[in-house]
């Protein structure tokens, strides 16, 4: 994996992602937006809602992102391009370089262990970001590209994890999963960018591992995947729409929790200010503290990429330890967190 010399951030994250100025970060050449992030919390939050529920939600999560995921590939493989690429003969090429990207980006480490053209993909792969959500990646990118619905299953074999996805043409039709609209606000972020590479100086901060296919933080030791947003809001919408409108409560209180524990545990130096925001893509801060406004402590985050997980983050870094969260919903692509 070739590195900036300057930064040590390998090329082909630089290459493909860009850090918009108005906090938004964008897979090179297209629209689609996506965060760095633990992946603890996707974890934690999912566990979380889960365990409060006492129901199994894992269906709904796998579904959710399976229907996401092929609309990602499918716009990522437009026009010529795309219809090369599913060309058979490309087929298995399009599967490396995806193993490839998952790598890179911190989702997993996986290897092809067997591959039939319109039937089936074998997986075997290890330091999964989280199961549940890479089934839905893996089915929805064979659905994709082999024009079939799909399903997947999922075993344990002497500590690996394997996947098999198969081709599913008997499966009932579904609605198009709903996409949201999104306005993005005027903002301006307040970063130094890598002068060679032009990623944020912060990301250096990282360490890249190429063997275990996972990016780290050194101060937190948690590990970072690079998600795309639609995904994960399409999880959290559809746990919403099937288990109702609690589900955002619980994911600002759980993403609160998950980093209050991390800073009181381990000592989260970014959490000591709200520039970490920035520099992963979750929105910009109007300010780095709470400001007085119509008598609450307020603050204010421009292009926010989920509000309930964002105004946990926002609650955590100002020491909200227990109470809830409270915040009022974007508009115009601005929200209010609301401290006590
Ligand atoms: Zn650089």
């Known amino acids: 994996m070739k590195r900036c010399g300057d930064c040590g951030v390998p ?98 480490e996986v290897t092809i262990l067997d591959y039939r053209p319109g039937e ?12 549940a959500l890479f089934a839905g990646d893996v089915s929805g990118a064979f659905e994709s590209i082999e024009g079939v619905r799909a399903k997947v299953d999922r075993t344990n074999k002497g500590g690996s994890l394997q996947m098999t996805v198969r081709a599913w043409p008997e499966a009932p039709e579904e609605e198009r999963l709903k996409l949201e609209e999104e306005t993005w606000a005027h903002a301006l972020t307040s970063f130094q960018r890598c002068p060679s590479c032009g990623v944020p100086r912060e990301l250096s901060r990282w360490r890249w591992s190429v063997d275990e296919c996972r990016i780290s933080d050194e101060a937190t030791g948690e590990w970072l995947i690079y998600v795309d947003t639609a995904g994960i ?11 109702g409108e609690d589900i955002p409560k619980m994911v600002a209180d759980l993403s609160r929790d998950f980093y209050v524990k991390l800073d009181g545990g381990k000592g989260a130096p970014f959490l000591r200010d709200l520039r970490f925001l920035e520099y992963r893509g979750f929105g910009v801060p109007e300010s780095m503290y709470p400001v007085a406004d119509n008598g609450n402590k307020c603050v204010a985050v421009r292009n926010p990429w989920n509000a309930a997980v964002v105004a946990g983050c926002v609650a955590a870094a100002c020491g909200l330890e227990g109470s809830p969260v409270n915040w009022e919903a974007p508009k115009e692509g601005r929200m209010t967190v609301i401290l006590p």
């Open 120 to 131: 089936s993909l074998d997986l075997e792969m290890g330091y999964v970001y989280n199961p």
């Open 233 to 243: 809001n399409a999880v959290f919408r559809e746990l919403e729409r099937e288990l």
């Open 11 to 108: 090329k082909r994250v630089s290459a493909k992602h860009h850090w918009r100025d108005n906090g938004v970060i964008v897979t090179q050449g297209t629209e689609l937006r996506g965060i760095f992030v633990e992946s603890g919390l996707l974890c934690s939050v999912l566990s979380g809602i889960e365990e409060r529920l006492g129901i199994p939600i894992e269906h709904i999560i796998i579904d959710a992102k399976r229907r996401d995921a092929k609309i990602y590939v499918d716009n990522m493989l437009k026009g010529a391009r795309g219809r090369l690429t599913r060309m058979k003969l490309f087929r298995r090429a399009a599967y490396s370089y995806m193993v490839k990207q998952a790598a890179a980006i911190g989702l997993a």
